[in-house]
């Protein structure tokens, strides 16, 4: 019974995570290359291969960053929701060390 109620309570927000994270995905896959043009229209240099090569090349760059941005948050936000707690970790200290010392602190 509750592994029926914990599907009941995460499963819906487990899907609304990973239904952002393909709107997310899609909305950049849509607008990359009109940022990455908007970003560099002030190149002047090169011809006009070049400049569309290198306009190619960051539309590339900045989609893979923002897809590898996009899983990044989605997989915390995910581990946060089954139960595993990462923010401490993010703190540079590993979660048994802030345990460790607010232990210390009470018997001493």
């Known amino acids: ?7 009941y309570q995460h499963v819906p927000k487990l899907l609304l995570i990973l239904a952002g994270l393909v709107a997310a995905q899609f909305v950049v896959r849509r607008f ?12 002047i240099r090169g011809s006009l291969k070049e400049r569309e090569n290198r306009v190619d ?3 590339d760059v900045f989609r893979n960053t923002a897809a590898v ?7 915390l936000m995910i581990l946060d929701e089954v139960g595993i707690r ?4 993010w703190a ?13 602190r009470l018997v001493t």
Do not use: D, E
Not at 92 to 104: I, M
């Open 1 to 7: 019974m509750n592994v029926v109620n914990w599907l």
């Open 32 to 43: 990359s290359q009109r940022i990455v043009k908007f970003m560099s229209r002030q190149a």
């Open 57 to 59: 090349t960051l539309v």
């Open 69 to 75: 941005a996009l899983v990044l948050v989605a997989a």
């Open 86 to 89: 990462s923010r401490r970790s």
């Open 92 to 104: 540079g200290r590993p979660s048994w060390a802030w345990r460790w010392r607010s232990a210390r």
